[in-house]
């Protein structure tokens, strides 16, 4: 998921390597294999007494977007989803990148604490980041336990209520403060267009969240030719509605940062042609998602 200098998209903009303190206050990508062979295997040891071992794309230590306050980001490797959009394409691969534990990434994620303030800390971005469930839920556990708030930005695409992913699921969520929701398309027919999958699941994940008191931020990317039709950001609106715990809605506007990338790895970029939409299409589907009426993220504390 990621959302990127604003938002998804911002994250997914090509990183910068590291030669300093303050370039490290940035954003550190690790070197790893661009498309090589794509295992659909987790990966994630989990046997007692093994630390849980999570595979890294990258790490951004002082994110502003990507949840409340200053927020050191770990993004995460894996994403089975192909969505049209995205400006990513080298999270995809699963089981490859930088392998780090939890305790690695907490002595590394310390070091910027005086910046987080209330209401910042952690979080985990992708790729997907439920694809590393098992890493998560023992990162989260061991930062809760040190008093850090942690945020989970995901596109709900892996969430099941089959066992055992959902149990681990519910174990995730005790340890999450908020999390960062994509909804990419409410309609499943163009969701499936968009990114290769449907989209019930995800609104299911959305409802457990909703029902069981998780506080939320979502987060819709407006493409012209793909979401951005008056019908579906109407439905989409009026869906939002129905939810409890939404602390922010955000409009997330198509960029084409990520073009070089896909001529960089050889792939054809799907949007090609394909311009942002217009500022005047951007204050109409926040007009239909009611975003002015979700103002609970400003003055947003973690649940004790
Ligand atoms: S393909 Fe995966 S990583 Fe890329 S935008 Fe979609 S959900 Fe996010």
Known sequence: MQTGNNSQFAKRTPPSP?????????????????FDTVSDSPTIPNAAHEPVVGYIHSIESFGSVDGPGIRYIAFLQGCRMRCEYCHNPDTWNIGVGEEMTADEILADALRYKAFWGDTGGITCSGGESLIQIDFIIDLFTK?????????????????????????????????????????KQIDS?????????????????????????????????????????????????????????????????????????????????PLEGIEPPTPDRVANAEALLHVQDYTGYLTWRPQQ
């Open 189 to 269: 027919a163009k969701h499936r267009k968009l990114t290769g999958f449907g989209n019930e699941n995800i609104l299911d994940m959305i409802q457990y969240m909703s029902t069981h008191g998780d506080d939320m931020w979502i987060r819709h990317v407006l493409i012209p030719t793909r979401t951005d039709f008056d019908e579906d950001l109407t439905k989409l609106g009026a869906y939002i509605k129905t939810l409890s715990h939404v602390q922010k809605v955000e409009i997330l506007p198509y960029h084409t940062m990520g073009f070089n990338k896909y001529h960089e790895l050889g792939i054809k970029y």
């Open 18 to 34: 590291v030669v300093s303190f303050w370039q490290t206050m940035q954003r550190r990508t690790f070197n790893m294999r661009l």
């Open 143 to 183: 930062a809760k336990a040190q008093g850090i708030t942690t945020c989970l930005d995901t596109s709900g695409g892996p969430f099941t209520r089959d066992e055992p992913w959902f149990s681990k699921f519910e174990q995730l969520m005790a340890v999450t403060d908020i999390s960062l929701v994509d909804i």
